[in-house]
């Protein structure tokens, strides 16, 4: 049976843990599965409007805040960004060169042009220079993968398709990794490897052209990895692996418009990882948790007629107000969510270390929050943290725990490119986290990069990039 579950889940067919089969609430009446060469091309797409313009004018400065919460450690990066792009356009595509030319080379000389690859990419958006070479180049990255020589080059090159994926649009990409990438978290020995295979999953399912039907097919998929605390794809009480599939399972679910057929069962199953010896486990479990009890709630529309009414009897009298609807239950019992999370919010244990204490706290703080008042979305104790700003000229609140999800996958991949990303015009990260950006002055757009621009250090193409501001993505 267990054998069987895996296989369909690697075929893109649903998969349906035993637990799940045996709750009414299971999807009973989600669509059919989609041809593997039927599916429709999609670009990863914002649940809610952009903010609201600020008005002005002026050039882009070098400040950003990094800093979200401190809930999630990678929001923190190193400042890897002051090679000129000239420099790194060379680099890359000498990296590429390299790449390409795979006969009689080494596993060493093949994790070095991997890892410039990776370095130019995550740090600068070089789209220009993959123009025509994206399916060799993803061909050589499969067949490292593929053959998993060392556990460094693989994950070197799993990184390498996701970079490519975010970076160049192709609505052909997820279809050619796909099928690898699924063998990899399944078979592959090394848990390093299934983690960085699931992440790279997520990219390029968000960034690679598959359509909503693909994507709950990977929630199943990612579900039973949680339920089943690994051993579904061979990583028995593996943190690390689990930890990826809740990560990548929130990342995921901020794309399905309606998840409501699916929200009972999950929250069962992230409620069950509450209870994991690992930190990073309970809080992207509980993150998800808060994630789909603020899914559960949309912008009121005009035929709402009755909203106040039901909104009246469930206690949330002011959720009339607020422009949201409760449409569904997204757990049949809050109140064991309530206690559990309020429970680790406050938890002491001297066995914890201080960091994972303080990390537990704050998240479950904010979970807390969002359980027992979805409609307010993502809070903080410390909202002022809870700002990404692009060089004082671009902003975005992450007051919705759907923002937070995102910044934080691409934030995981691009590290402290991600500014760069944003200001050299990266339109897929910029369509999945619209931010404001004011219109600049006639003397142009300044470097990113601290100190004042100059000729040496600031190339044509990045004075050539235009901000999108999100503002066509619709609720």
Known sequence: MHEDLRRRALESGKTVSNKAKSK?????????????????????????VSDDEDGGNGNLSDDTNQSINSIDQLLESDDFNEQSTEVLRQELQDAITNILERKGSSSGSREGAFSIYVKCLTSHYLAEGLYGRVSDLLAAFSRSVKTETTEKETTLALRAIALTAITYEDDNLYDSVSALLKRSISDSQSTTIKAAAIYSLAI???????????????????????????SFIGADDNPEVVAAALHTYGFLATQVEDVEHESEDAVAAFLDQLDSDDVRVQVAAGENIALLYEKSYTPREDDDTSSSEDEADDGSSDDYDSGLVKRYNAYHNTNEIS????????????????????????????????????????????????????????????????????????????????????????????????????????????????GAATKATKGKYRDNRRFVSGDHLTA
Not at 24 to 44: F, L, Q, V, Y
Not at 211 to 224: A, P, R, S, Y
Not at 397 to 407: E, G, I, P, S
């Open 24 to 48: 009414p609430t299971s999807r009973g009446n989600s669509k059919p599965n989609s041809a593997a060469n039927s599916r429709a091309a999609s670009r990863i797409q914002s649940r809610d």
């Open 204 to 230: 390029c399912i968000s960034f690679g052209g598959a359509g909503e039907e693909e994507m709950l097919d990977v929630l199943t998929f990612l579900l039973e990895i949680a339920q089943s605390d690994g």
């Open 339 to 450: 206690e559990k999370v309020n429970a680790l919010a406050s938890l002491s244990s001297k066995s914890m270390g201080r960091r994972d204490k303080r990390m537990l706290h704050q998240s479950f703080a904010s979970i807390a929050q969002t359980i027992d008042n979805p409609k307010n979305g993502l809070q903080s104790n410390n909202a002022s943290k809870m700002v990404v700003r692009i060089h004082r000229e671009g902003e975005m609140r992450v007051d919705k725990w759907w923002k937070f999800m995102r910044l934080n996958a691409i934030r995981r991949l691009l590290a402290g490119g991600f500014v760069n990303h944003y200001f050299e015009g990266n339109k897929q990260v910029l369509d999945a986290l619209p931010m404001i950006m004011r219109a600049t002055g006639d003397s142009g757009i300044r470097s990113p990069r601290k």
